[in-house]
């Protein structure tokens, strides 16, 4: 069974590319969220396998604010995607368990060497 997958990116044209890699890897991406308040939302109802995340989103909350509320719940992989180069944001994004950073632009072989180092749920 394909693993599901929420995307959340607030630049839309890139939330396209990643769908288009995730499908390429056989991921099922059930949703994307453009907003933090969008991606809770989204992992309430889709309970996804893992989440591909923005940190800077459309709304006030951030990527890294989204995570840690959803984490309250649920223990979902996250990788975050993110141009920030600022290296306290990366520490904070990669202080949530069972998360991953990279920087944009992202590559295929970076995402698919991030997916296949997180730990999904069995």
């Given amino acids: 069974m394909k ?3 929420v995307i959340v990116e607030d630049d839309r044209l890139l939330a396209l590319v990643l ?3 995730a499908q390429s890897m056989n991921l099922n991406v059930v949703d994307i ?11 309430n109802t889709h309970q996804p396998d893992l989440i591909l995340m923005d940190i800077l989103l459309a709304d ?3 990527g890294i604010e989204a995570m840690k509320r959803i984490r309250e719940h649920s223990n979902v992989p996250v990788i975050y995607i ?4 600022d290296d306290q944001l990366k520490k904070d994004a990669i202080s949530v368990p069972n998360s991953i950073f990279l920087m944009k632009p992202v590559l295929m072989n ?3 060497s991030a997916v296949s180092g997180v730990q999904f749920a069995a």
């Fill in 3 to 5: 693993k599901k997958v």
């Fill in 19 to 21: 769908r288009k890699m």
């Fill in 33 to 43: 969220a453009h907003g933090g308040e969008d991606a809770i939302d989204s992992v």
């Fill in 60 to 62: 006030s909350t951030t």
């Fill in 82 to 85: 993110s141009a920030q180069t």
């Fill in 110 to 112: 970076e995402l698919k």
